[in-house]
C-alpha cells in the first residue's frame, strides 16, 4: 500500500495483473480514513476511454461487492494488514464511499489523458483567450485537409506559395508521381503534428515562407555544385588513366575494379565504392596480376591520385545525399507554416479545437502556472496520482503532469505509475518508453527515492505459454538488444513465475518455399492456417476461442476473404465497418436521392441494393428497372410501394433527417442481424445534425470524408474466428492465437536530423533509407540519429511481438518465412535463429507441450432461437403533450412531478447507449418539446440514473432494445421499455411516472416470463419510477 509522499512504480509484465493491482491500491486508499469524500482527491489517468470505464467499473463492482461482505479471504487479509480495519468497517466505509461517488459522479476521476487536459483547457479557457464553449475535434485528419485545401485558394495571392507549390508538382512528375501534392500533405501534416515534433516544428513555426524559399535555393545550389565536382574529378581521373596509356585490364578487378566506380558516376550513377573496390583501396593491390612490368609501375605512380580523388568524391557523395534528402522535403515542410495558419483560422471561425493540440497549449501557457492555482480554477485539489500505461506518456505529457505530481510529493501525498516498456507499442503516436525505464533506474534524481516493484508472476496463460515467452525474449535479448537498459527489462521481465493452470501448446513452423515452386507463401500459410484451426476445433474449441493477429488491415483482409471461403465464420475491421454493411449501404443511396431526386444513378443504385437484399420482388428486374427509372419522382416511388418497398415518406417534409432515415428503416424492415449497424448510423445522424445543418446533402459530405472509418464494436457471444490487428490486441488475451505473418521488418521513414545550419538546426527528411546506408560515414550528429532511430524501431518491433505472444492464454502458433539472406533485422530471422538452437536447421517445426485442450469447457449455453422484429417508426413529437386545459395549469406538485417524469421517460425512450444524452436533449431543445431551462436539470438527473452501480451496465455500448414489440408464445403482443443484451446478461428495465403499484411488479414478472419463452433469461430487472426523485425498484 502506498505510504505518505510515496512515489511508486510498478513494472507490470503481461498478464501480470496490473488493473487489478492498481484498483486494489485504490480501494486501500478509499478506505483509509473515514471520510467517503477521499475519491474526489483520486486522480487516475489512463490512455484509452475503454480502460477508463473499465477502472470506474472495477472500482465500483469492488465497492458494491465489500458493503455486501463479499471480500475474498486474500482481499480481507490485506486490508487487515494495511488499514487495521474490521470486517463490519470495510463494508461500512464502502458503503458511505459507494454512496458518495454515485451522488457526487463528476468528482470521479478516472479519466483519459486527453479528458483531464480538456478540463484544464475549459478551466483556463478565459485566460488563454478561447470561447468558453469550444467544440472538440477529435479527427485530426479532417482539419488538416481542410486547411491543405485553403492553400490552393491563396495561390493567386501569394508568390513564394505558388512557387513551392509548382516546384513540388514539377518534382512529383519527374518521379513519375502525382503532380497533386495536397495528399503528400496530408498524409504527413498530422504527423509533424505529433507530440514528440513539437519542440523541432516550433523551430520551423518561426521562419518566414521566404526564409525557406531562400534555403531551397542553397540546397539546389549546392547540390548543382557537388554534381558539376564529382563531373570534373571522375573526367581528371579518367584524363590521367588514359594519359598514361592505361586500360581497365591493366587494373585489379578489370572492368569491375576501381576504375568502374569513376565511369559509373560519369553515367549518372553516384555511390560509393563496391566492396570489390574497397578491398582494392584497403589492400593496396592496384594493378591486376596479367599487367606488364611497365604499366605495374605508371598505376603505382597514379594511384596517391586516385585515393585521393576517391576518398574526395565519397566525402561529397555524403553531403550530396544529406542535401538530396533536405532537398526532397523542403518543398512540403516549406508548406506546414502556412497550413498551420489556415488551421487556426478554421479552428476560430468554427470554435473548434483539435484535440492534438492540447498538449502543446498546455505545455507553452499553464506549465508555469502555480499548482494551487491549477487546482482553484478546476475545483478540486488532488493528493494522489495514479497513471496507467505509463509506457504510451509522451514526453510532453509528462512534463505538464509533473508539475502537479512534484506539488503532491512535495506535501506528502502520492504518485503511482504502472507500466510495461516492453509493451510500448506507439512511439509513433509519442509514447516514450524511456521516460518509464529512466524512473525505475533512477537516473535522475527529481523525485528522490522512488519504489520499483515487479509483478512477476503471470496470471493469465498456462505454464507451456509462459515457459516459451520466459525462454525466447530471454534469447531475444541477449542476441538482438544491443541497448542495455532495454535488455535489462527484457531480460528480468521475463522471468515470470507460473500460475496453477498447467498444460498448453506452442507451435512454431517454418514455411519453406522451393525455387521454381508456383505457390508463394500467402499460399502456404493460408492453407496451413486453415489446418490449424481445423484442427483446434476437432480438440474441443469453439471458433469465438480463436483470434488470429496481423500486422497489417491488408492482410487482415486477406486471411478473412480465404477463411470464409472455406466456410469459417470470420469477425474482422473490415466486417465491422458500417460503410461495408449493404443495408447501410442502401440507406446512403436513399440519402443520395434525397439530393436529387430526378437522378437516374441514385435510383438505380437502390434498386440494385434492394434486389442484392431480396426486397424487390419482381420476375424481370431489368425490364422493372427500366420502366420506371426515368419516371417522374412520385412515380418511381408509387411503383416502389406495388411490390412493398414504401418510401413514400420521401415525398413528405419532416424537421429532421433522422426522423426521415429513422421512418426508412422502418420502411424497408431491416434484418435483425443488421439492426446494429442501422442503429449505429442513426447515432451518427443524431450527433451530425445536433452541430451541423440537418441535410441530406451535409450529411453525405460529411460521410464521404469521416464515414469510411465508422465501426460497430465488437459483438459479444458471436461465434466466429476474430482478426485484429497487433496493435488492436492490446490489453485483450485469447484462448488460441495465430500469427501467420511475422515478417515485422523495419520500414523506412520519415526522421528529423540535426543540420545545424543557420536557421535551421532541425531539419524532416521523409525518407532515411539512404543515408542508413552511409551511416559510418556522416556527420557524427546525424549519424548517431540514424543509430538511435534505428534502435528505437527494432525495439519497437521486438515489443510489437512480445504484445502478440502474449496475448494467448492456452495455445499459440507461429508461421516463419524462410529465405537465404535477410535484412539486417527481420523477425522472420530472429525466429529461425531460435528455431536453430531447439532443432537445427534441417527441420520445418517446433513445439512444447499438448495440442489437446486443457481448459474446462464452457457451461453448455441453451440455443437462442429468439426472434427480434423489425424496427419500427414512431413519432415521438406525439409522446409529449402540452395541456392547454386551464384546470391542468394549476394542479398539483404531484402532477407537475409526473409531467417532469413524463419527460425524462420520452428523453429516455430515445437513448440507446450514455454516450448520446446530450444528442438527444439537444435535439428535444431545439424541438421545442423541453424548454432550455429544464436541459441541465434533466441531463443531471438522467447522467445520475445511468450512472447507478445497478443499472451503468444496460446502458453501456451493448446491444438494446428499446420500445421493441414482442409477441408471447399466447400471441399476446408486449413492449418492455428496455432489454439490454451484456456480458452479465440480459437486463430489463421498466420506467413508470405514477405511483408505486404491484401491478408494475406484475407487470415486470409477466414480461420475464413471456422472454423466458422466447429463450431469452432476464439476469436483471428493475421497475425505474421517475419524478423528480428517482426510486429504483430490483424485481428478483
Known amino acids: 500500500m502506498l505510504q505518505s509522499g510515496e512515489f511508486k512504480i510498478y513494472s507490470a509484465s503481461a498478464g501480470t495483473g496490473k488493473t487489478y493491482t492498481l484498483v486494489q491500491e485504490i480501494m486501500h486508499l478509499l478506505l483509509q480514513k473515514n471520510n467517503s469524500k477521499s475519491f474526489s482527491q483520486i486522480l487516475a489517468i489512463t490512455f484509452t476511454n475503454k480502460a477508463a470505464n473499465e477502472m470506474k467499473e472495477r472500482i465500483l463492482q469492488k465497492l458494491d461487492e465489500w458493503r455486501n461482505g463479499k471480500i475474498s479471504p486474500p482481499e480481507l487479509e490485506s486490508i487487515k494488514q494495511h488499514l487495521n480495519l474490521s470486517e463490519k468497517e470495510i463494508q461500512e466505509r464502502s458503503q458511505a464511499v459507494l454512496s458518495d461517488i454515485l451522488h457526487n459522479y463528476s468528482l470521479f476521476a478516472v479519466s483519459t489523458i486527453d479528458t483531464f487536459n480538456l478540463r484544464l483547457m475549459r478551466a483556463f479557457a478565459t485566460d488563454l483567450g478561447l470561447s468558453s464553449n469550444f467544440d472538440v475535434e477529435l479527427d485530426t485528419s479532417q482539419l488538416m485537409g481542410e486547411a491543405v485545401d485553403l492553400l490552393y485558394a491563396d495561390l493567386d495571392k501569394n508568390q513564394h506559395l505558388s512557387k513551392i507549390i509548382s516546384h513540388a508538382a514539377t518534382e512529383n512528375l519527374a518521379r513519375d508521381k502525382s503532380w497533386d501534392i495536397s495528399q503528400e500533405l496530408k498524409d504527413n501534416a498530422a504527423h509533424l503534428y505529433a507530440d514528440h515534433f513539437l519542440e523541432y516544428m516550433k523551430e520551423i513555426g518561426q521562419l518566414e515562407l521566404r526564409d525557406l524559399v531562400k ?16 563531373t570534373e574529378k571522375c573526367e581528371e581521373i579518367k584524363n590521367l588513366v588514359e594519359a598514361e596509356g592505361l586500360e581497365p585490364k591493366d587494373f585489379r578487378g578489370g572492368s569491375r575494379g576501381i576504375l568502374s566506380f569513376f565511369t559509373k558516376i560519369l553515367k549518372g550513377k553516384i555511390e560509393f565504392p563496391t566492396k570489390t573496390q574497397s578491398e582494392i583501396l584497403e589492400n593496396h593491390q592496384f594493378a591486376s596480376a596479367s599487367a606488364t612490368a611497365e604499366a605495374v609501375a605508371k598505376i603505382e605512380k597514379i594511384f596517391p591520385t586516385i585515393e585521393a580523388a576517391v576518398a574526395q568524391i565519397k566525402s561529397k557523395i555524403v553531403r550530396l545525399q544529406v542535401c538530396n534528402s533536405v532537398n526532397g522535403s523542403i518543398n512540403t515542410m516549406s508548406l506546414y507554416n502556412e497550413i498551420e495558419k489556415n488551421l487556426n483560422q478554421i479552428e476560430q471561425e468554427g470554435n473548434v479545437m483539435l484535440i492534438s493540440e492540447f498538449n502543446k497549449i498546455i505545455n507553452e501557457n499553464l506549465q508555469s502556472q502555480p499548482t494551487p492555482f491549477i487546482y482553484e480554477k478546476i475545483g478540486t485539489k488532488y493528493r494522489h496520482y495514479f497513471i496507467d500505461e505509463f509506457q504510451d506518456t509522451s514526453s510532453i505529457q509528462w512534463s505538464n503532469l509533473q508539475p502537479l505530481v512534484e506539488n503532491a510529493l512535495a506535501q506528502g501525498d502520492t504518485l503511482m505509475l504502472v507500466g510495461d516498456p516492453k509493451q510500448s507499442i506507439y512511439r509513433f503516436r509519442g509514447g516514450n518508453p524511456d521516460l518509464m525505464i529512466g524512473l525505475i533506474n533512477q537516473e535522475k534524481q527529481d523525485f528522490g527515492n522512488i519504489s520499483v516493484e515487479n509483478l512477476d508472476k503471470n496470471w493469465r496463460s498456462y505454464d507451456q505459454i509462459i515457459a ?10 541477449n542476441q538482438f538488444i544491443p541497448n542495455q537498459n532495454f535488455q535489462n527489462i527484457y531480460l528480468q521481465g521475463n522471468d515470470q513465475k507460473i500460475n496453477d493452470k498447467k498444460g498448453g501448446f506452442v507451435s512454431i513452423e517454418r514455411i519453406v518455399i522451393e525455387k521454381d515452386d508456383p505457390k508463394n507463401y500467402n499460399d502456404y500459410v493460408l492453407e496451413n492456417l486453415l489446418t490449424k484451426i481445423e484442427n483446434c476445433l476437432q480438440n474441443g474449441y469453439e471458433l469465438r476461442d480463436l483470434t488470429i493477429l496481423v500486422n ?96 413514400s415518406h420521401l415525398n413528405e417534409k419532416m424537421n429532421s433527417l433522422y426522423d426521415q432515415m429513422e421512418k426508412t428503416v422502418s420502411a424497408l424492415q431491416i434484418e435483425a442481424q443488421n439492426q446494429e449497424y442501422i442503429l449505429n448510423f442513426l447515432d451518427e445522424i443524431l450527433k451530425f445534425q445536433t452541430k451541423n445543418e440537418s441535410s441530406a446533402q451535409a450529411f453525405i459530405a460529411y460521410w464521404e470524408q469521416r464515414g469510411e472509418k465508422k465501426s460497430i464494436a465488437v459483438p459479444s457471444g458471436v461465434n466466429a474466428v476474430k482478426i485484429m490487428t497487433i496493435h488492436k490486441s492490446k490489453g485483450l488475451q485469447f484462448p488460441v492465437v495465430f500469427l501467420p505473418f511475422t515478417k515485422l521488418d523495419v520500414k523506412d521513414h520519415g526522421l528529423w536530423i540535426p543540420l545545424g545550419e543557420g536557421k535551421f538546426n532541425h531539419f524532416y527528411i521523409k525518407s532515411s533509407n539512404a543515408l542508413k546506408k552511409l551511416e559510418e560515414h556522416l556527420p557524427q550528429e546525424i549519424a548517431q540519429t540514424i543509430a538511435q532511430d534505428a534502435q528505437e524501431s527494432e525495439i519497437d518491433q521486438i515489443n510489437k511481438f512480445y504484445v502478440a505472444t502474449t496475448r494467448a492464454e492456452e495455445q499459440l502458433y507461429i508461421f516463419i518465412k524462410t529465405q537465404k539472406n535477410y535484412d539486417s533485422f527481420s523477425f522472420s530471422k530472429i525466429l529461425n535463429d531460435y528455431m536453430n538452437t531447439k532443432v537445427g536447421i534441417s527441420e520445418t517445426q517446433y513445439s512444447i507441450g499438448s495440442p489437446e485442450k486443457v481448459s474446462a469447457p464452457k457451461a453448455e449455453k441453451k440455443a437462442e432461437n ?10 415521438w413529437k406525439e409522446k409529449i403533450r402540452i395541456s392547454s386545459e386551464h384546470s391542468k395549469m394549476w394542479d398539483t406538485r404531484q402532477r407537475a412531478s409526473q409531467d417532469y417524469g413524463k419527460k425524462i421517460h420520452a428523453v429516455l425512450e430515445r437513448i440507446r447507449h450514455k454516450q448520446e444524452v446530450q444528442a438527444v436533449l439537444e435535439d428535444y431543445t431545439r424541438n421545442g418539446l423541453i424548454a432550455p431551462q429544464e436541459k441541465e436539470i434533466l441531463q443531471a438527473q438522467i447522467q445520475q440514473l445511468l450512472n447507478r452501480a445497478e443499472l451503468k451496465e444496460a446502458y453501456e455500448n451493448h446491444t438494446v432494445f428499446n420500445e421493441r414489440d414482442f409477441i408471447s408464445k399466447s400471441g399476446k403482443i408486449f413492449r418492455p421499455d428496455r432489454l439490454a443484451q451484456t456480458p452479465k446478461g440480459w437486463y430489463l428495465i421498466d420506467y413508470k411516472t405514477g405511483e408505486e403499484s404491484p401491478k408494475n411488479i406484475a407487470q415486470i414478472e409477466e414480461y420475464k416470463q413471456f422472454l423466458a419463452e422466447l429463450n431469452i433469461e432476464i439476469a436483471h430487472a428493475y421497475l425505474v419510477y421517475l419524478s423528480s426523485k428517482i426510486k429504483i425498484i430490483e424485481v428478483d
Do not use: W
Open 215 to 230: 534555403f531551397r535555393a542553397k540546397i539546389i545550389a549546392e547540390i548543382d555544385e557537388i554534381q558539376k565536382f564529382l
Open 468 to 477: 516459451f515467452n520466459n525462454d525466447f525474449y530471454t534469447f531475444v535479448a
Open 552 to 647: 497489417t488491415n491488408k492482410e487482415g483482409n486477406l486471411v478473412a476473404e480465404y477463411l470464409q471461403e472455406n466456410e469459417i465464420e470470420v469477425l474482422s475491421n473490415e466486417a465491422l465497418l458500417l460503410s461495408n454493411n449493404p443495408e447501410i449501404q442502401l440507406m446512403l443511396s436513399v440519402l443520395r436521392l434525397i439530393t436529387d431526386t430526378e437522378n437516374q444513378q441514385f435510383r438505380a443504385e437502390i434498386l440494385l441494393h434492394l434486389k442484392r437484399l431480396h426486397k424487390l420482388k419482381v420476375e424481370d428486374f431489368t425490364a422493372f428497372s427500366l420502366s420506371i427509372l426515368r419516371k417522374p419522382f412520385a412515380h418511381f416511388i408509387k411503383e416502389l410501394a406495388k411490390i412493398s418497398v414504401d418510401l
Open 866 to 875: 429468439t426472434v427480434f422484429y423489425p424496427l419500427k417508426y414512431s413519432n
